[in-house]
């Protein structure tokens, strides 16, 4: 009798301990899972990146297990060329997307993108929120995806935004006209409300809801690419109130409105973006201090909004058992300009703009958060992922693995980044289908190299040069200058060379 009760006792242990591991187990595949995490034009300003003002723990612990990138950079300052450069391992020269219209098969129709070849290689793809530049359409593209899921449900016919103050949807609902594509109402809101009720903690939301599922293909032995984009902190800066309240705006400080000394006109940009907001200076008119200090108290709420986010993101990875065979990695499209020069928004080629945060956690590779001064680009992001996945790369890449700089983040490595900004005889950042000019800018250890061609016939028209040993802000355009001419002629030597090496790497057929 009393080996029965034993018995039974054995029995009712293991039939409780394999439960237990059918919900908190760790779920182990052959290859690791992707989380892809995109934020749109987030600057490197992250408490993890040394700005202290910033409430950003979440994000802060991926790179305190993880490799923080400290001098990462975009292809292209602005949104769709940008991740159409990310997402295929092309420059924008090979994509030829150069706008906020182009698509990358409009040229490229056969080209395989980062997760469609993941895709073929035996992932399940899902995207949610904003990876592609646009909601739906053309610009998020079908092929990259197993499941593709648009943004949240809301009414975004009018309130693409997702505005919820109802003096912002009176004027969106008066104001709006059919067909437009203006659905913009002020540059700023902090309702009280829930995270969820917000586009972003929506999209967080619905990937939670299926945080489940993507365990369940795991134990199949499916593993998945997941996308998560974030609209924020993109205009307008919007988050829920409670994020603003972690900021004292008395002790904002708004940056220098000087430009850089002898920089040429072509460089700069009159930031219309913003411009086109209730309540923002139109024309050429400079940026009052009280609402340049409220643009930037709130574009931090919508950094501390996301990270929040984020943090729930990665505790929903942990719940299901799938942090760790995950690799997270997490990326800005590009900069932003918060009053620094007098200028906002992006569409430069300055550090500002082309800078941007990177930070990759992998298996394997979680022992001590690190932090690397490689130059690496985000067309290195497609076969780094490739990399660590253990899948071959596509042959049409490029950029680099920087899977070596995880080994070793000291390691010797690429001698410029590469960036690159278009420029038509007007003031209209739409019509860059066929630039007039084209400026490129080569990024080194020590320098900021920028030519500006006529895009037809090549000849230089302008030229920048800025000394980041002496000047990290890039204030002092210092080419031209006779104690620079040997350095520039170097410079020049070292431009002709990379750029063409990085242009002719993958897709051959480019002819600068």
């Known amino acids: 009798m009393i080996y029965k009760k034993i018995f039974s006792v054995l029995i009712f242990f293991t039939i409780f301990s394999l439960q237990v591991d059918a919900t908190d187990s760790i779920v182990k595949i052959s290859k690791p899972n992707i989380l892809f995490i995109g934020l749109d034009d987030l600057r490197p300003e992250l408490n993890c990146y040394g700005y202290k003002q910033i409430h950003s723990p979440n994000i802060d612990k991926i790179a305190d297990s993880g490799l923080l990138f400290k001098r990462a950079y975009c292809q292209q300052s ?49 995207n949610y929120g904003k990876i592609y530049h ?70 967080v939301k619905t990937v939670l809801e299926n945080m ?27 988050a829920p109130k409670k994020y603003w309240d972690m900021y004292d705006r008395s002790k904002i400080e708004v940056p220098s409105k000087a430009e850089p000394e002898n920089v040429p006109e072509i460089a700069m940009m009159n930031w219309g973006e913003l411009r086109g907001y209730v309540g923002m200076p139109k024309g050429k008119a400079e940026m009052d201090d009280e609402t340049a200090k409220e643009l930037i108290h709130a574009y931090y709420a919508c950094v501390s909004y996301v990270d929040a986010l984020i943090g729930k993101l990665v505790q929903g990875l942990k719940e299901q058992g799938l942090y760790e065979n995950t690799i997270i990695i997490l990326w800005g499209d590009h900069g932003w300009k918060l009053g620094d020069y007098g200028d906002w928004c992006k569409l430069t080629n300055f550090e500002l703009d082309t800078r941007v945060p990177l930070i990759i956690n992998a ?63 007007k003031d209209d ?7 007039n000019y084209m400026g490129y800018s080569m990024r080194t250890d020590e320098y900021r190299y920028t030519k ?59 002819k600068l």
């Not at 001064?373 to 049409?396: F, K, Q, R």
């Not at 693995?401 to 690429?414: A, G, I, R, T, Y």
Request: aromatic fraction near 12%; include cysteine; glycine fraction near 6%.
């Open 212 to 238: 489940p599922r993507f365990k369940e293909m795991n134990n199949k032995g499916k593993p998945f690419f997941l996308a998560v984009g974030f609209e924020k902190p993109h205009l307008p800066f919007i």
């Open 429 to 435: 950042y739409q019509g860059w289908t066929h630039p």
């Open 78 to 126: 602005v949104c769709s060329p940008s991740r159409i450069s990310l997402m295929t391992g092309m420059r924008p020269d090979s994509t030829y997307c150069y706008n906020l219209d182009s698509h990358h098969r409009d040229k490229n129709i056969e080209v395989v993108t980062l997760p469609q070849h993941f895709i073929e290689h035996g992932y399940h793809a899902v």
């Open 134 to 203: 646009g909601h739906m359409g053309k610009f998020n593209d079908t092929k990259s995806w197993s499941e593709l899921w648009y943004y949240p449900p809301q009414n975004y016919t009018l309130n693409l935004r997702g505005y919820l103050n109802p003096k912002n949807l009176e004027y969106l609902a008066t104001h709006q006209k059919p067909g437009t594509n203006n659905f913009t109402a002020a540059a700023t809101e902090g309702e009280d409300v829930a995270d969820e009720d917000y586009p972003d903690g929506q999209t």
């Open 452 to 510: 500006w061609i006529d895009f037809e016939t090549k000849e230089t028209v302008a030229l920048e040069l800025y000394d980041h040993t002496k000047n990290s802000d890039e204030m002092v355009n210092v080419a031209g200058k006779a104690e620079y001419a040997k350095i520039e002629k170097a410079l020049d030597a070292q431009y002709e060379k990379e750029l063409k090496q990085a242009h002719l790497q993958g897709a051959k057929r480019i």
């Open 363 to 425: 298996p394997g590779y979680r022992d001590k958060g690190a932090k690397t001064s490689a130059l690496v680009e985000l067309v290195d992001m497609y076969p780094t992922l490739c990399d660590l996945a253990g899948i071959p790369l596509a042959d049409h890449l490029q950029g680099d693995s920087f899977k070596p700089l995880l080994e070793n983040p000291d390691k010797e490595w690429k001698p410029a980044a590469f960036s690159q900004f278009p420029r038509v005889n």
